[in-house]
């Protein structure tokens, strides 16, 4: 029953990451370029989204390593070396996705330092490079999820 909780709470923790990243996506695609709602947007609802996958993400890595832990004592901790390969894929995925994710949220409290002294301007190309980021992050999970569903089954 354990396991289980925890292999369930593994999945929805990334799919609530890789959720708020698409709908993250979406919303900035959405706002008109320069207008005040794509501004409060960078204001009020990235950071908020923003957190919300940060804490999936925390969530995702130790249910991650309970998870292998189980699956290790299950096991005596002898892995195939296909299983070892795509356990490797997917830790070098949440990795890159964690870098890219810190790099939006550094790019989004600048823009919001920005805003503060009425500079609007630059909000435009930091929101792309922002959707860009959590667009790059939305594919990785949902590679990093069928990668997952194999594992299961091995």
Do not use: Y
């Not at 593994?10 to 008109?32: D, E, K, M, Y």
């Not at 309970?66 to 490797?88: C, D, E, K, W, Y």
């Not at 964690?98 to 805003?115: D, E, K, N, Q």
Request: glycine share 8%; proline share 1%; charged share 10%.
């Amino acid at each position: 029953m354990f396991g289980s909780a925890i292999l369930w709470t593994h999945a929805a923790a990334g799919a609530i990451w890789v959720g708020a990243c698409a709908c993250f996506v979406i919303a900035g695609l959405a706002l008109a370029t320069g207008s005040v709602e794509q501004r409060n947007f960078v204001a009020s609802a990235a950071p908020r989204i923003d957190l919300l996958g940060l804490v999936a993400a925390i969530v995702l890595l130790i249910t991650g390593f309970i998870n292998l832990t189980t699956a290790g004592i299950a096991r005596r901790f002898v892995f195939s070396t296909a299983f070892m390969t795509v356990l490797a894929i997917k830790i070098s995925l949440f990795i890159v996705m964690i870098i890219v994710m810190t790099w939006s949220m550094r790019i989004g409290a600048v823009i919001r330092a920005v805003l503060s002294r009425e500079r609007a301007e630059a909000v435009p190309g930091a929101i792309t490079r922002m959707v860009r980021a959590h667009l790059a992050i939305v594919a990785m999970g949902a590679l990093a999820l069928i990668l997952g569903t194999w594992l299961m089954g091995s």
